[in-house]
């Protein structure tokens, strides 16, 4: 059972920036792709970034551009780097593995093994 812990984020005006991490402990880090999901009131969960094991990136094109993710295989933790962040960014933020980044898919709906989160609140 793989346990993630998120963190950084927090209240931003628009345009400001975040960056968060995801600690993951208990599998195997380095062969899994990996990506941050998203939770907006009222919206079901959304993959907004995934980095492969080699390091390949992919977005979604809401995010793209805007964000950046990465990854330390040494310390099992994946960032997000949030720049020109938008109120409609506002969300609870996970990180999670990722089915395919090529396509960006994500965990089913109804997978049940996340972390806490971190709230992102984008106002001015």
């Known amino acids: 059972q793989v346990q993630l812990v998120e963190s950084g984020g927090g209240l931003v005006q628009p345009g400001g920036s975040l960056r968060l991490s995801c600690a993951a402990s208990?599998?195997?880090?380095?062969?899994?792709?990996w990506g941050w999901y998203r939770r907006a009131p009222g919206k079901q969960r959304e993959l907004v970034a995934a980095?492969?094991?080699?390091?390949?990136?992919n977005y979604a094109d809401s995010v793209r551009g805007r964000f950046t993710i990465a990854r330390d295989n040494a310390k099992n933790t994946v960032y997000l780097q949030m720049n020109s962040l938008k109120p409609e960014d506002t969300a609870v933020y996970y990180c999670n593995k990722v089915l395919s980044s090529a396509t960006m898919q994500g965990l089913p709906a109804d997978f049940d093994s996340w972390g806490q989160g971190t709230q992102v609140t984008v106002s001015s």
């Open positions: 980095i492969t094991g080699g390091g390949i990136t």
């Open positions: 208990g599998s195997i880090f380095s062969i899994y792709t």
